[in-house]
């Protein structure tokens, strides 16, 4: 009753950006992600008989307070499912997303946790199932079940059933890179929960977001099944910008961005003006992410470490999906 | 038939974003602005029959090109309505606009020229009317006919006539100051005029922001009523991002902001966590004007000052109205 899960964190390049379903985590739209290989958790789950607790070790420190409350409740949900009610577990977690590169380390915690506890409780779930269960910790968690680029499909039903991430492109598809571009810190006001919640409940712009996005996740499909390389950075971009605007309409509004996202943002366009194609994305805080070709890593490198606010840059390729050790 | 007029810029709390009508400038929403004290033009047209053409000096400077026609353009459209085709002026402007602090100035620019002219005519123009023909010169010049707090009225009909400019409150009504943030100058990739039709042909959001003015409109006026400060201000500062939101929902997309635009935005926040009333707002173009009241001027000019990337800060009054020399 022991099993091991390795899972990559993701970036969305169509953005998740509201829920539909607060406590089953079912979202507004589809969205399409990007599996990172130079992100991961790795959790090892091992339930036994003797335990009266859960207890959750996060890089070798024992973890109490909401982080554990999560796991916990977390997986409750499995041992509903496996009808092992009162089996406790010590859950392992070795976390390799650093929280200051701004990816939301849930994405690949929850990943990995799910997959190791339905291992361990053999529950042999295929990866739709997986994926499902995997929203229900952290909606875009479901997408790094797999690698390469995934989509996330909102689904229709009151019950979740159909809303699971779905393979796009294997992870050998396309050989991009992703620059997390790590900002000087300061104080995030609005938490992404918050942000996300109070966009959709008051937004002037949330209808006109959730409107484009059919097209959107279309179009990208299109142009990373033909590596179309501006074509989807296009899209991404726009969407980002988009996803962005919505929070200016909040009621009241707000931004994640900083003087120095702008600075990013800025560098990156002046990369296109020079003929090189690079584009950004921002999720819910303040730093950047830059998509761009393995052959203009050098310029790219060059231009955004001499960027104003930028104090680390960490690049990645294209990640695998969830494996077992 | 020699006349001298002299009028305000204005900056508008409820931004103009959108012509329903581009020949007779007829906009997509009603506006509301406040008529600044520092910023102005004065202009004297003299019409003289031994003339064969008109002739544009600007600053003691001879015009020509683009400027010049949009001038003798203007003039016709009086010369059509006294019945004077063929008489031809001197028109002689001041402008205490500085470019850089990123006011229009074909706000004081048109209003100056257009109350000359009437008045050298002797057309015997009221307000209302003046205000109509200033409005198809430059769109927001339509408001510079008056002091104070003035409501641009969109209007329904075709051929413009209900579209023009009213007085909400004269310039002795509340003593607020406009602090013009100038910044560094970068190149501007989408003029106002080219960015106000990308938005309204392209972005998601237009429709989104159409939505929300008539009420912004309706509560900045009760807040001016009785002398709000904060209920103006918000509501001015959550317009103006309204306004830029819907620029990220351009196809393409693009924004007027910079870093600087940011550092600003983050300068004013901070100052109302230290509890001083500041409130900014934004045009199509970097810099930032800032709101506050006169006790908090100190304050307000020392952290505007102390912001990265600002060059000068030109602080103003509410200004009055249109005035004949």
Redesign the interface.
């Known amino acids: 009753m022991r099993a091991t899960a390795k899972a990559h964190t993701n970036i969305a390049l169509i953005k998740y950006w509201g829920k539909r379903n607060e406590e089953i985590i079912l979202p507004t739209n589809s969205s399409l992600s990007v599996t990172l290989d130079a992100f991961y958790t790795e959790t090892t789950v091992h339930f036994k008989e003797e335990l009266e607790r859960d207890t959750f070790i996060l890089n070798d420190q024992e973890i109490s307070g909401v982080p554990y409350d999560q796991v916990t409740n977390y997986l409750e949900l499995f041992r509903s499912y496996a009808d092992q009610k009162g089996l406790f577990a010590e859950v392992h977690s070795l976390n390799k997303v650093p929280t200051a590169a701004g990816f939301a380390s849930s994405a690949s915690g929850f990943a990995a946790l799910a997959g190791a506890t339905a291992k361990a409780l053999q529950l042999n779930l295929d990866d739709t199932a997986l994926s499902r269960f995997t929203r229900q910790g952290s909606g875009s968690a479901c997408r790094s079940i797999y690698g390469g680029f995934v989509q996330w499909e909102m689904g229709t039903l009151a019950d979740g059933s159909d809303s699971y991430a779905i393979p796009i492109a294997p992870q050998d598809h396309w050989d991009i890179r992703v620059a997390a571009v790590v900002l000087t810190a300061k104080e995030k006001d609005v938490s992404s929960r918050v942000g996300m919640k109070r966009t959709v409940d008051t937004?002037?712009?949330?209808?006109?977001?959730l409107?484009?996005l059919p097209r959107d996740l279309e179009e990208i499909k299109e142009g990373i099944g033909r590596r179309d390389f501006e074509k989807v950075g296009?899209i991404a971009?726009?969407n980002c910008?988009?996803m962005?605007?919505?929070t200016?309409?909040a009621?009241?509004?707000f931004?994640y961005?900083?003087?120095?996202?702008?600075?990013v943002m800025?560098t990156v366009q002046q990369l296109r003006k020079e003929g090189i194609s690079a584009y950004f994305t921002i999720d819910a805080g303040p730093n950047v992410k830059v998509l761009y070709l393995p052959e203009d890593e050098e310029k790219v490198m060059q231009k955004l470490q001499a960027t104003?606010g930028v104090t680390e840059v960490i690049v990645s390729k294209v990640g695998e999906g969830i494996s077992y050790l």
Chains 1, 2 share one sequence.
């Open positions: 937004s002037a712009f949330y209808d006109g977001w409107e484009t296009a971009e726009a910008l988009k962005h605007a919505t200016l309409g009621v009241p509004p931004t961005w900083q003087d120095t996202t702008m600075s800025e104003n």
